[in-house]
């Protein structure tokens, strides 16, 4: 078991460009911030079985695994108030939400459709959880309690609707749907179903994540079958543009520090997934 933190917090240089955070061999994958700042866990497969949950305390440099599976156990979801860790594992046969208990480590299995439920998100109280599930036909979005109870259909779409993210307000939540032709990235209220899209790129843009102050989103964007890299907006659509450079490798999965000063992001751009940072104000 051996992963790299390339250097404690208060040793860090300032930089413009994307640096290496978090490294190791196999992938690490699935930023997400602990609501201190300095902490962040993220799925990681460098034993060279299935991905695990690890948690990366990045002032002491240290990390430590959370879960401990031959499954694998993916994009990590910490929820606001620092005590839950919702994944996606198919520990139990097809892919399906579980939660970790940070107090007690324990385990509690979410959902157990015969579907593919993944990519939970939640909500800023941290009693609700938005996910996506394949259910009969494509990828639509539901909404459930923390503890699994009261599933309610949210995005019920001809067309894959997928990785939401509640937003800091908990008025709006943003996710990507192909229902305008391509992926692009939506705003649905959860009150009224209302929709509102946000990008019309001939590009696929997925995987949105909300600066702590709701202003702002950074998600990626790419060519279907090219490379993908982050791009950044203000949260009513305006103002696209790109954050990390076009190359040769893929910029995936952003997730912005609850100081809003910086954007974890997985990339492969060293040959496998590991985490970087870019500076953000
Ligand atoms: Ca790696
Ligand atoms: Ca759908
Ligand atoms: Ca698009």
Redesign the pocket.
């Known amino acids: 078991m051996f992963l790299l933190l390339v250097a404690p917090l208060a040793c860090r240089q300032r930089s413009d460009g994307p640096r290496l955070l978090i490294g190791g061999p196999g992938d690490q994958r699935s930023p997400a911030w602990m609501p201190d700042g300095k902490r962040i866990v993220c799925s990681s497969s460098s034993d060279g079985f299935p991905a695990d949950l690890y948690l990366f305390d990045l002032e002491s440099a240290t990390s430590r695994p959370l879960t401990h599976d031959p499954s694998g156990d993916n994009s990590p979801a910490v929820s606001p108030d620092g005590r839950w860790i919702a994944f996606h594992s198919d520990r139990e046969g097809q892919s399906d939400i579980f939660r970790l208990d940070l107090t007690t480590s324990e385990v509690v299995r979410l959902t157990a459709s015969p579907f593919n439920d993944s990519f939970a998100a939640w909500s800023p109280d941290s009693r609700q959880i938005v996910f996506h599930s394949e259910g009969a036909g494509d990828p639509d979005l539901w909404i459930m309690d923390r503890d699994g109870k009261e599933k309610i259909p949210l995005v019920m779409r001809t067309g894959m609707d997928t990785t939401p993210a509640w937003s800091p307000d908990g008025k709006m939540i943003a996710f990507s749907s192909e229902a305008g032709g391509?992926?692009?990235i939506w705003l649905v209220y959860p009150t009224d179903r209302r929709l509102i899209r946000l990008?019309?790129?001939?590009?696929?843009?997925w995987k949105p994540a909300w600066s702590p102050d709701g202003r702002r989103i950074v998600y990626c964007r790419g060519p279907r079958g090219g490379h993908s890299r982050l791009w950044v907006m203000n949260a009513d659509g305006t103002q696209q543009r790109p954050l990390t450079p076009q190359g040769n490798w893929d910029d995936f999965d952003p997730a912005w520090s609850p100081d809003g000063q910086r954007i974890a992001f997985e990339s492969n751009r060293n040959g496998n997934f590991d985490i970087w940072e870019i500076e953000q104000r």
């Open positions: 391509n992926p692009d990008t019309r790129s001939s590009e696929a843009e």
